[in-house]
């Protein structure tokens, strides 16, 4: 009888729980990703190992190493501590048959380092940084635990278990570990809803390239992949380019793709605006058709001294967020490129030389679309968010130029357990809106389901200071009047930026030598 789905979730999911013993929740993926993945790989070359000597039964130990390695396997599972006593393969089920012996973590590192160097095109830095495999980190008996409970898995090669059902099981863990921690798992996990929504609005293409600055898990360039798929196109042959700062986050975002069966993918380290790793052969940034991030909310950084991305100034030293987007903006293809991110509403409205930058960007008619976002959709965040839509410069549609389109979506959400979440059907009213179209400067239009929309001229804008706040273009009327919940959002919203203004003021005074300001 088949092993279900859910099935194979709770397996996994108590293979993770074996690790409460000895680290915290939002701890888990760093372990419980590498063993998954690493197992997957080996029962994948082991099932293909099987083919090849059912069909290879003639050759010479030198000949089938060449005829396998060249026509059956994809990659290589290694032997570690090669022509010793303890010469073995590094494959799940070598190292797990001595899991009783001394040194448990040791073979598991040895293992999986053999493996990346093995595979370097394909696997270079794969499993992290390993930390976890040091008995100081992790006992070894939690270890064996642990890989006990997740060898009651089936099989994880495509002859037993397809990649949708694979990839579905890797994304039930991301999502468990945000759920559990809130925190560290929550920082690389945008819910599912939300970027379904985003790649929606943008819409890839066959044979199109799509980036991701900050690509997290990966999320984003696999839902790329799945909506073309879901569309009838052909999600294989995108293009799928991401950048993470953090190493194991990287790693996460790799196993993730190949677990989906996306092969046509590259993921770098490091910090996307001190040290973008996608380049031209001129040092300019690599231009893509479709550019997708959800960055980190209001990053202190190293503002640029000297950067062609800084369109319309350089963003304050307290909050990247338009460095982010100036960034996406210059690595939009010129003929066809669209970008979508995600930002906390702070965005549309600071002063100082965010609006400056919100004016250039204007000016330039690259700003296609404002969604405003219910609150508390993400795991480590309850403040209201909005997606930015851009084009590149000349590509909008005509009755698109010169203006940009609100859609106020705030109150479209269902209560879940620990936050609000998007139905399918809130995705698809905004994606409506989203191709619908407005007159220029005319009232709102509301478009049922507490969904409104309004397309402003960038005239009116400049005239409100390149303010991109909401409310100030999308009256509700008297029977939509905010609820509570919508009330509290603001709130939210203003205290955040009150907070911060007395951060910054004092930073000032602090600076000039006056004490005793109460922050």
């Known amino acids: 009888m088949a092993v279900t789905q859910q099935e194979i979730e709770n397996r996994l999911w108590d293979a993770a729980d074996e690790l409460r013993v000895a680290m915290p929740e939002a701890?888990?993926?760093?372990?419980?990703?590498?063993?998954?993945?690493?197992?997957?790989?080996?029962?994948?070359?082991?099932?293909?190992?099987?083919?090849?000597?059912?069909?290879?039964?003639?050759?010479s130990a030198e000949e089938a190493d060449e005829v396998e390695y060249s026509n059956y396997q994809t990659f290589k599972i290694p032997l570690i501590f090669p022509g010793t006593v303890a010469e073995t393969r590094a494959s799940w089920s070598s190292i797990?048959?001595?899991?009783?012996?001394?040194?448990?973590?040791q073979r598991v590192r040895a293992s999986l380092q053999a493996i990346e160097s093995a595979n370097p095109d394909k696997f270079s830095r794969l499993f992290g940084s390993m930390t976890w495999t040091s008995e100081a980190v992790l006992p070894g008996e939690v270890l064996a635990s642990v890989m006990r409970a997740m060898n009651r898995v089936p099989k994880m090669h495509e002859g037993n278990m397809s990649h949708d059902v694979l990839g579905g099981a890797y994304e039930y863990l991301l999502k468990r570990f945000s759920d559990g921690s809130g925190t560290r798992a929550g920082?690389?996990?945008?819910?599912?809803?939300?970027v379904e929504l985003i790649i929606e609005l943008l819409n890839p293409k066959n044979h199109e390239s799509v980036y991701d600055p900050t690509c997290g898990s990966g999320g984003m360039l696999i839902a790329s992949a799945n909506l073309l798929k879901s569309h009838g196109g052909r999600g294989y042959t995108l293009s799928l380019n991401g950048q993470?700062?953090?190493?194991?986050?990287?790693?996460?975002?790799?196993?993730?793709?190949?677990?989906?069966?996306?092969?046509?993918?590259?993921?770098?380290?490091?910090?996307?605006?001190?040290?973008?790793?996608?380049?031209?052969?001129?040092?300019?940034?690599?231009?893509?058709?479709?550019?997708?991030?959800?960055?980190?909310?209001?990053?202190?950084?190293?503002?640029?001294?000297?950067?062609?991305?800084?369109?319309?100034?350089?963003?304050?030293?307290?909050?990247?967020?338009?460095?982010?987007?100036?960034?996406?903006?210059?690595?939009?293809?010129?003929?066809?490129?669209?970008?979508?991110?995600v930002l906390p509403h702070g965005v549309l409205f600071r002063g100082g030389?965010?609006?400056?930058?919100?004016?250039?960007?204007?000016?330039?008619?690259?700003?296609?679309?404002?969604?405003?976002?219910?609150?508390?959709?993400?795991?480590?965040?309850?403040?209201?968010?909005c997606i930015l839509a851009f084009r590149a410069p000349g590509t909008k549609d005509p009755e698109r130029q010169g203006g940009v389109l609100f859609i106020d979506a705030s109150n479209r959400f269902s209560h879940a357990k620990k936050r609000?979440?998007?139905?399918?059907?809130?995705?698809?009213?905004?994606?409506?809106?989203?191709?619908?179209?407005?007159?220029?400067?005319?009232?709102?239009?509301?478009?049922?389901?507490?969904?409104?929309?309004?397309?402003?001229?960038?005239?009116?804008?400049?005239?409100?200071?390149?303010?991109?706040?909401?409310?100030?273009?999308?009256?509700?009327?008297?029977?939509?009047?905010?609820?509570?919940?919508?009330?509290?959002?603001?709130?939210?919203?203003?205290?955040?930026?009150?907070?911060?203004?007395e951060k910054n003021l004092a930073r000032v005074l602090g600076a000039a030598g006056i004490e005793g300001f109460d922050e």
Not at 28 to 47: A, G, I, N, Q, R
Not at 455 to 462: G, L, P, Q, R, Y
């Open 244 to 341: 993470e700062a953090v190493t194991d986050t990287a790693g996460v975002a790799r196993m993730n793709l190949f677990m989906h069966n996306l092969t046509e993918f590259k993921v770098e380290v490091g910090d996307t605006l001190r040290d973008p790793r996608f380049k031209k052969q001129d040092g300019s940034v690599e231009q893509f058709d479709v550019i997708v991030a959800n960055p980190p909310y209001s990053l202190k950084w190293k503002p640029w001294a000297n950067d062609p991305r800084a369109i319309g100034g350089v963003a304050p030293q307290s909050s990247a967020d338009w460095a982010f987007v100036q960034h996406m903006i210059a690595s939009m293809d010129p003929k066809k490129g669209r970008a979508g991110v």
């Open 96 to 105: 797990l048959a001595s899991v009783a012996q001394h040194g448990l973590g």
């Open 353 to 385: 030389q965010e609006a400056t930058i919100r004016q250039r960007v204007l000016e330039k008619d690259l700003l296609e679309a404002v969604i405003g976002l219910p609150a508390n959709l993400f795991y480590n965040t309850g403040i209201p968010t």
């Open 420 to 501: 609000n979440v998007l139905g399918e059907a809130d995705i698809a009213d905004v994606v409506s809106a989203y191709h619908s179209s407005f007159e220029t400067d005319g009232n709102s239009v509301s478009l049922g389901g507490g969904l409104v929309a309004r397309f402003i001229s960038t005239m009116e804008i400049a005239a409100n200071g390149y303010d991109l706040n909401i409310g100030r273009y999308i009256k509700r009327t008297a029977s939509e009047a905010e609820s509570l919940g919508s009330l509290i959002d603001v709130y939210n919203v203003a205290r955040a930026e009150r907070r911060r203004a």
């Open 27 to 59: 701890q888990y993926s760093s372990v419980v990703f590498p063993l998954m993945f690493w197992k997957y790989l080996s029962d994948t070359w082991e099932h293909t190992h099987q083919i090849f000597l059912e069909e290879n039964d003639d050759l």
């Open 187 to 194: 920082q690389f996990f945008t819910p599912r809803e939300v």
